[in-house]
């Protein structure tokens, strides 16, 4: 495997469901994200982990979790939806952050994520 | 605060015609870096270029060409010679550093190019 691997691509769950996504990276970087993209708006970055830290939390429900045990493997949990969380689900990874320094983030092929 | 725009929403050219995607910045950073992303229909934002903000020479790659204007706040893009598989949603973003590596990406612009 090469690059950020996503599984599933597709998922179909009812409200009261619990799953998880899972991102792994292959490219040794040390920061890694989600991201929520929905048709018609700006991807939405969700949570940012640097180094195994949480270092972002756009103010995001608490219906999703996220778990990072290591820098190459990213979890999102989800429990308790609601049908407007239907959306695609971006991973990213990149190098973590340097002084004075923005490192290029490379993303997943996603999660297509449909609430009943 | 950091933005991009994209003004244009869709885009439909006929294939071998070239077609020039915009993109609007605004930073107040003098140190940043822009970015353009290919997004297909399998859904995975392919990266494309990356330019940081002191460097303004224009850059060719195969078909794509990128034109980075400080004195607009523009970086837009150009496909020399369309082909179908140009066709997908295509995103500039703008990061900054100190900021955790946070991307602001803009709307994106679908381009849809006929055979």
């Known amino acids: 495997e090469t690059g950020v691997t996503q599984t599933p691509r597709h998922l179909v769950m009812g409200m009261t469901n619990k799953k998880s996504l899972k991102c792994e990276q292959h490219?040794?970087?040390?920061?890694m994200y989600w991201y929520k993209q929905s048709a018609k708006k700006p991807l939405e970055l969700m949570f940012v982990?640097?180094?195994?830290?949480?270092?972002e939390n756009n103010s995001v429900p608490s219906r999703f979790s996220p778990e990072c045990p290591n820098s190459s493997h990213l979890f999102l949990h989800l429990h308790t939806l609601q049908p407007e969380d239907s959306a695609l689900y971006l991973c990213?990874?990149?190098?973590?952050?340097?002084?004075?320094?923005?490192?290029?983030?490379?993303f997943g092929p996603g999660t297509r994520l449909t609430v009943l | 605060a950091q933005k991009v725009t994209q003004a244009q929403t869709e885009i439909s050219v006929v294939e071998k015609e070239d077609v020039t995607l915009d993109c609007v910045y605004e930073?107040?950073?003098?140190?940043?870096?822009l970015f353009w992303y290919k997004q297909p229909p399998s859904g995975e934002l392919v990266f494309l270029i990356r330019?940081?903000?002191?460097?303004?020479q224009n850059e060719i790659s195969g078909r794509y060409s990128w034109n980075f204007q400080k004195s607009t706040s523009s970086f837009n893009f150009t496909i020399t010679a369309s082909q179908v598989v140009d066709s997908a949603v295509y995103f500039c973003?703008?990061?900054?550093?100190?900021?955790?590596?946070?991307?602001?990406f803009g709307t994106g612009t679908s381009l849809t190019v006929i055979p």
């Open positions: 490219l040794g970087h040390n920061a």
């Open positions: 973003a703008l990061s900054v550093p100190h900021t955790g590596n946070q991307f602001y």
């Open positions: 990213a990874s990149s190098q973590g952050e340097a002084s004075g320094r923005v490192n290029t983030q490379y």
């Open positions: 930073t107040r950073d003098t140190t940043y870096y």
């Open positions: 982990y640097n180094f195994k830290e949480q270092t």
């Open positions: 330019r940081n903000s002191f460097d303004e």
